[in-house]
Structures are given as structure tokens and as C-alpha cells.
């Protein structure tokens, strides 16, 4: 019997971090879970991005998108645009997040902001936050041996420049991926 894996959004937040944008890429990829955003998402990343990093042009940004949307083709969620209204969140800018996880029938969101989706009201939906940190330790408890495959294709994918295994999980340390770091410790000869 095969399973399908859980639909799981994620939030512009995490995709802004190459890395953990690269990590959650590789982790959907391989089954783990089925990653979900939305045009809008996309945009916002981007958009941020840009702000911050005077290095990084629309074009290379772009070919970023095209390159997830081709990999994950049914990860672009449409047809939420009229839950918005309905949706009551601190953040009026969140709104589109909780629409697209009740659209595409996910569980999770994946968000750094974890205080922008309250637990008592995404709990309505069936939805829970999860801190990335939190998500990707969790797939690495329960899928061992898939993760820590995945993990180690993208540490070396990694060429420009190549890591060791210390830096790759210092990267991770940086972006706010503590437990997930301790869980790979114990994993570095594989990775």
C-alpha cells in the first residue's frame, strides 16, 4: 500500500532562508511531505528578499520559483482567494496563509511567525503552526533513513561553495534550526 504524503503550507518566512527553503524542497522531494504555497507566498518571499540582498537580481529570484513550481508542480495552490474575508487573524496580511492550508487541506503551516496563527483558532480549521525547526526535527524522528538521505543529497548539491558537514549544520544553527541540528549530531557520518 502506498501513502500519500500530508499537505503541509509554508509560509513566505521559510522560504526566504536559502537553505531551509533548499531543505524543505529536498524533504518534500523525497516524499516526506507534500509542500503547498501560492503565488502570493511566492511573491512575498521574493519580494524580501530583494529588499535585504542588493546581490540578488528578479531574474535569479524567478528561476527560483520556476525551478520549486516545475519540481513540485501540484505544490501551487489556487482558489483560495475567497476565503480571505473570512478569515480573522491579528495579521490581515496572514489572512492568504490560513486560506491557501484550508484550501489545499493541510494540517500544518509552516511559519517562523508563530504568534501571527493563534492555536486556539487555527485549531477551528484542523490546522496547527509549526516553528520549521520544529517540522524538520519531527521528520527526521519518524523518517530516518529517508531524511538523512535527503539531507545528505543537499549538503552535496552544495558546490558554490562545497560544505563540510560543521559548516552545513553551523548554516542551519543560523537560521534558528537548533533541534534540528542536535537530531543530525548524531547522524554527521552519514551526512
Known sequence: MTHSPYPVLLDACVLYPARLRDLLMHLGLCGLYQPKWTVDIHEEWKRN?????????????????????????????IGYDLLIPSINLIDKNDRHVLAAAI????????TYNLKDFPADYLS??????????????DIIDLNHAISLQSINNLRNSLKKPPLTIEEFLASLSQIGMAKTVKALESYKFML
Open 103 to 110: 484550501q489545499a487541506n493541510a494540517e500544518i503551516i509552516v
Open 124 to 137: 477551528t480549521f484542523g490546522i496547527e503552526a509549526f516553528h520549521p525547526d520544529d517540522f524538520v526535527s
Open 49 to 77: 528578499l530583494l529588499i535585504n540582498r542588493s546581490d540578488l537580481t528578479v531574474e535569479q529570484l524567478n528561476r527560483v520559483q520556476m525551478l520549486m513550481d516545475r519540481a513540485l508542480p501540484d505544490a501551487n495552490v
